[in-house]
């Protein structure tokens, strides 16, 4: 890769000095924006304005040079490239005096510039002066964007990323700050550095925040796939790898993802809990937690053993008994925590309006908003009428708090697609950021539920037996399990259409997932999953024998 750059409009930005000396001298009225455009736009309409805008220039790139500015966020953005060892070029359409000014060289104005702003400095940006280029004419311009290997080029000016005889193969970058990013043709415009970054060095923020967090810069940064909502990478620091995590924000989901989990690990491993990643370090301003790396393979459908279901239990029957111990007190509810009947429902009509909103006047998503309306609505009725029967059936109130002393923590989503497999066969449990106190009939139900990577139907009856028989001193259990079942299966469904919310299509868009891909598929596995709230609603379900009804 080769990196060329403009100069006038890209590196450098006058916007400021123009509108100054154009006040100055000419009078610019009180109100006119601090835009380049703007002000030449309003000084070509006077009198005389072309020779006046001439003059205007003459004045700007030769003795006020130095007035001029860096764009905005261009310095981060040369220091992330030169950590990557990105080689960089200016090449620009610069005449060497000014009309207006033939005493003045405007080149030598701008080597000047480049030179007090450290781009030739080995502590700036370690640029060479036989890599800055200023032609004469525009196609000179473009040839050498040819010569010199340009892969990637970057200019203000659209009329010359659009020329005929722009050089093919040649990626164009359209800088336009402050306005709204868009792809024109084979021109990407980008509105901040930040973004082409972002596309030129996709590791380069883990990289950033992981130096801003220690203190020293990563060997090395691997992205790792599985990250659906966060950025996931392993990184090398000292010879030593870790997991570096990286939370998805977003203004419409204030859930604090990353003092969850990093709490809740740091408290497991604080009582000697082993079959999870030792948290090392996080940074509330990067949003970033470092984690332990563990070595292992993911577990694949058809994979989960029996052995694997009782290192399950092991883990969720430790957090059972760990409630009692100093500093549980100070961890939160999970993310999805329910402690009456009432709380359930709420939360299943919650996801449910918030579906029908989504979905609402858009032509895009008609058959989704069909399957809702004619499938998963008259289930939803079919689960009310089931739980309210129930519940009388069982003597459960539906407003009955659960006592504190019967809650659980819970990983929340403790399903064994969060799970590596080490060489030894033991097992290391991932993905806390939902974790906190639950019932624990919803931690039962959750971990045959998540559906990822099921937990196997003829491991069922044997998990339920032994979750039960670990959780000493729990009461009611089974009879909740029961009544919540149908709920959270519901819940499920709806989980599975969250790429229709407006907040998942940004946290997937952070996290790079394909969107379209996602879409069409999380729409099939809702539909699978309506059958398994239907199942759970016969009187003959398999949940039954739990409870004697």
Request: charged share 25%; glycine share 6%.
């Given at each position: 890769?080769?990196?060329?750059?403009?100069?006038?409009?890209?590196?450098?930005?006058?916007?400021?000095?123009?509108?100054?000396?154009?006040?100055?001298?000419?009078?610019l009225?009180?109100?006119?924006?601090?835009?380049?455009?703007?002000?030449?736009?309003?000084?070509?309409?006077?009198?005389?304005?072309?020779?006046?805008?001439?003059?205007?220039?003459?004045?700007?790139?030769?003795?006020?040079?130095?007035?001029?500015?860096?764009?905005?966020?261009?310095?981060?953005?040369?220091r992330?490239?030169?950590?990557?060892?990105?080689?960089?070029?200016?090449?620009?359409?610069?005449?060497?005096?000014?009309?207006?000014?033939?005493?003045?060289?405007?080149?030598?104005?701008?080597?000047?510039?480049?030179?007090?702003?450290?781009?030739?400095?080995?502590?700036?940006?370690?640029?060479?002066?036989?890599?800055?280029?200023?032609e004469?004419?525009?196609?000179?311009?473009?040839?050498?964007?040819?010569?010199?290997?340009?892969?990637?080029?970057?200019?203000d000016?659209?009329?010359?990323?659009?020329?005929?005889?722009?050089?093919?193969?040649?990626?164009?970058?359209?800088?336009?700050?402050?306005?709204?990013?868009?792809?024109e043709?084979?021109?990407?415009?980008?509105?901040?550095?930040?973004?082409?970054?972002?596309?030129?060095?996709?590791?380069?923020?883990?990289?950033?925040?992981?130096?801003?967090?220690?203190?020293?810069?990563?060997?090395?940064?691997?992205?790792?796939?599985?990250?659906?909502?966060?950025?996931?990478a392993?990184?090398?620091?000292?010879?030593?790898?870790?997991?570096?995590?990286?939370?998805?924000?977003?203004?419409?989901?204030?859930?604090?993802?990353?003092?969850?989990?990093?709490?809740?690990?740091?408290?497991?491993?604080?009582?000697?809990?082993?079959?999870?990643?030792?948290?090392?370090?996080?940074?509330?301003?990067?949003?970033?937690?470092?984690?332990?790396?563990?070595?292992?393979?993911?577990?694949?459908?058809?994979?989960?053993?029996?052995?694997?279901?009782?290192q399950?239990?092991?883990?969720?029957?430790?957090?059972?008994?760990?409630?009692?111990?100093?500093?549980?007190?100070?961890l939160?509810p999970?993310?999805?925590?329910?402690?009456?009947?009432?709380?359930?429902?709420?939360?299943v009509?919650?996801?449910?309006?918030?579906?029908?909103?989504?979905?609402?006047?858009?032509?895009?998503?008609a058959?989704?908003?069909?399957?809702?309306?004619?499938?998963?609505?008259?289930?939803?009725?079919?689960?009310?009428?089931?739980?309210?029967?129930?519940?009388?059936?069982?003597?459960?109130?539906?407003?009955?708090?659960?006592?504190?002393?019967?809650?659980?923590?819970?990983?929340?989503?403790?399903?064994?697609?969060?799970?590596?497999?080490?060489?030894?066969?033991?097992?290391?449990?991932?993905?806390?950021e939902?974790?906190?106190?639950?019932?624990?009939?919803?931690?039962?139900?959750?971990?045959?539920?998540?559906?990822?990577?099921?937990?196997?139907?003829?491991h069922?009856?044997?998990?339920?037996?032994?979750?039960?028989?670990?959780?000493?001193?729990?009461?009611?259990?089974?009879?909740?399990?029961?009544?919540t079942?149908?709920?959270?299966?519901?819940?499920?469904?709806?989980?599975?259409?969250?790429?229709?919310?407006?907040?998942?299509?940004?946290?997937?868009?952070?996290?790079?997932?394909?969107?379209?891909?996602?879409?069409?598929?999380?729409?099939?596995?809702s539909?699978?999953?309506?059958?398994?709230?239907?199942?759970?609603l016969?009187?003959?379900?398999?949940?039954?024998?739990?409870?004697?009804?």
């Amino acid at each position: 890769m080769r990196l060329g750059l403009d100069f006038d409009g890209t590196v450098v930005v006058y916007d400021e000095v123009f509108h100054r000396y154009a006040t100055e001298r000419f009078g610019l009225p009180a109100g006119v924006p601090l835009n380049k455009t703007v002000v030449r736009d309003w000084l070509r309409s006077q009198t005389d304005g072309e020779q006046k805008w001439i003059e205007l220039q003459g004045l700007v790139y030769g003795l006020k040079m130095t007035e001029a500015k860096m764009a905005p966020g261009l310095a981060e953005f040369l220091r992330a490239i030169r950590a990557v060892q990105i080689p960089v070029c200016i090449i620009s359409h610069k005449t060497e005096f000014s009309v207006a000014e033939p005493h003045v060289n405007l080149r030598a104005a701008a080597l000047a510039w480049l030179e007090a702003n450290g781009f030739f400095a080995a502590e700036g940006f370690c640029l060479r002066r036989e890599d800055v280029f200023f032609e004469s004419t525009r196609a000179a311009k473009l040839q050498r964007i040819a010569a010199q290997g340009c892969t990637v080029f970057v200019d203000d000016l659209e009329e010359v990323l659009t020329e005929p005889e722009f050089p093919q193969g040649v990626e164009r970058w359209h800088y336009l700050p402050g306005q709204t990013e868009r792809r024109e043709g084979d021109i990407q415009a980008f509105s901040d550095w930040t973004r082409l970054l972002a596309r030129l060095c996709p590791n380069e923020p883990i990289f950033a925040t992981v130096a801003a967090t220690l203190g020293q810069r990563p060997d090395s940064v691997t992205r790792l796939a599985g990250g659906a909502n966060n950025v996931v990478a392993r990184v090398d620091v000292g010879g030593k790898p870790l997991l570096a995590k990286l939370y998805f924000t977003h203004a419409r989901d204030p859930r604090d993802r990353l003092g969850t989990e990093f709490g809740m690990l740091d408290f497991l491993w604080r009582n000697g809990v082993r079959c999870v990643p030792e948290p090392l370090q996080m940074s509330r301003e990067q949003n970033l937690g470092l984690y332990e790396f563990v070595a292992g393979l993911r577990v694949a459908s058809g994979q989960v053993t029996q052995a694997d279901v009782g290192q399950l239990v092991d883990l969720l029957a430790a957090m059972w008994r760990l409630r009692t111990q100093p500093g549980a007190e100070k961890l939160p509810p999970a993310s999805e925590a329910a402690f009456t009947l009432d709380g359930y429902w709420a939360n299943v009509e919650r996801r449910l309006q918030r579906v029908r909103t989504a979905l609402a006047n858009r032509a895009e998503v008609a058959t989704v908003s069909e399957f809702v309306e004619r499938e998963l609505v008259p289930v939803t009725a079919e689960v009310r009428a089931f739980v309210e029967c129930e519940a009388t059936s069982l003597s459960l109130a539906l407003d009955a708090e659960l006592p504190h002393d019967q809650r659980t923590l819970s990983p929340a989503d403790h399903g064994f697609h969060n799970v590596l497999r080490r060489a030894d066969g033991r097992l290391t449990f991932l993905d806390f950021e939902y974790a906190g106190w639950d019932d624990p009939a919803q931690t039962i139900a959750n971990a045959m539920l998540l559906p990822e990577v099921p937990l196997p139907i003829e491991h069922r009856a044997d998990f339920i037996r032994d979750m039960l028989a670990r959780l000493n001193d729990a009461t009611g259990v089974a009879a909740r399990l029961r009544l919540t079942y149908p709920m959270l299966a519901l819940k499920w469904s709806l989980i599975m259409l969250n790429e229709f919310l407006p907040v998942a299509g940004a946290r997937r868009m952070f996290a790079g997932a394909n969107e379209v891909a996602r879409r069409a598929a999380q729409l099939e596995k809702s539909r699978r999953q309506l059958g398994v709230v239907r199942e759970s609603l016969r009187a003959d379900c398999w949940l039954a024998a739990w409870t004697g009804n």
